[in-house]
């Protein structure tokens, strides 16, 4: 079966722009959450959409969103873009909400000039 | 708090040899313990995943063990082989069970000498 699709692979942005990234889960999949990955900072907590709702969000600033259709994919928005926010956005699904049995996507990475 | 470490950061076996990779998370109301894997270019596999009512899993040549008291778990890869090379995340689950994320360790490079 088809994995998890996320689109674009690669994007630079310049600072101050904002940014939209997507995520189809596997099918069947309701539950999907975001990550940030940075050397630095490793993987960070985003964010989980179920049955298009946020359930649970991780600390970001408020320039970070996101939101979940009917079909269950997903989209998360950078605003406002700063040089840090340059990283791998990964998104996994899976069955139901909470974090068992996630399945990654290959991930987003946004360079941010 | 919110706190998963990861040792070593760096780990290289020769090819047959075993390679265990050790966590300690903070939080006692952790109940779920995955470990994923990730090669270049690729996002986290998971491996293998553990309940906090259980004390090990195997999976072939992979084994995590758990020790709640301590809040300890490790991963066991016996008869490595070059392909195991990759970078190895330890996670535990923060929250309630059904609104929870996963924090992550800082992560372990294994190299795997032929």
């Known amino acids: 079966k088809a994995g998890v699709t996320q689109t674009p692979r690669y994007l630079i942005k310049t600072r101050g722009q904002q940014v939209t990234l997507s995520c189809s889960p596997i099918s069947g999949h309701r539950s999907v959450s975001w990550y940030q990955q940075t050397p630095g900072q490793g993987l960070q907590f985003l964010f989980e959409y179920f049955s298009e709702t946020q359930r649970n969000k991780g600390n970001f600033p408020g320039r970070f969103s996101g939101r979940q259709f009917s079909n269950s994919r997903s989209e998360m928005n950078v605003s406002t873009l700063e040089l840090g926010d340059s990283a791998l956005y990964l998104c996994a699904s899976s069955l139901d909400t909470g974090p068992y049995g996630y399945t990654f996507g290959s991930g987003t990475r946004l360079t941010v000039v | 708090g919110e706190n998963v470490e990861q040792h070593p950061s760096t780990l290289s076996v020769q090819e047959g040899d075993s390679a265990v990779i050790k966590c300690t998370y903070s939080d006692s109301a952790s109940n779920y313990f995955p470990w994923y894997k990730q090669e270049l270019g690729k996002g986290p596999q998971l491996i293998i995943d553990i309940r906090s009512n259980v004390g090990e899993k195997k999976d072939q040549r992979i084994a995590v063990t758990l020790n709640k008291t301590a809040k300890h778990f490790s991963l066991h890869i016996t008869e490595t082989q070059p392909e195991d090379s990759a970078v190895y995340f330890c996670?535990?689950?923060?929250?309630?069970?059904?609104?929870?994320?996963?924090?992550f360790g800082q992560g372990t490079t294994l190299q795997v000498k032929p």
């Open positions: 996670a535990a689950s923060y929250g309630s069970s059904n609104t929870g994320k996963l924090i």
